[in-house]
């Protein structure tokens, strides 16, 4: 049986949308502001990843993420020194684990 592609990526969209929806309303009941809550997790991230990638992740246009940064204070910078340490102690990793491959092949 042969199955139609399209038809399975409309039925998916709509169970999806379904389900959004409902959680949608659940929230809502709950007295959860979505809108704000939504902006309180997108500035969350854009505290830890670059505007441009969460942009890109989660389909938003860069200037609504690079907004956030500068209302949140944040910067690109503090990320790209994270980056910098993880790079550092992925090399004192690597260079340990070669020194200890070493002394095993020499024993």
């Given at each position: 049986?042969l199955?139609d ?9 709509a ?5 959004s ?7 809502r009941?709950?007295g959860?502001?979505l ?11 854009v505290l ?32 790209a ?11 004192v990793?690597h260079?340990v684990d ?10």
């Amino acid at each position: 049986m042969l199955l139609d592609l399209r038809t399975l990526q409309l039925t998916v969209a709509a169970n999806h949308a379904a389900a959004s929806a409902r959680h949608s309303r659940h929230l809502r009941a709950l007295g959860i502001p979505l809108r704000l809550a939504k902006a309180a997790a997108v500035r969350e991230l854009v505290l830890e990843v670059p505007a441009p990638v969460v942009a890109d992740a989660l389909g938003f246009h860069h200037t609504t993420t690079t907004r956030q940064v500068r209302n949140v204070g944040g910067g690109w910078t503090r990320y790209a020194a994270a980056r910098q340490r993880c790079y550092q102690q992925l090399q004192v990793w690597h260079a340990v684990d070669m020194m200890s491959t070493q002394r095993g092949n020499a024993s």
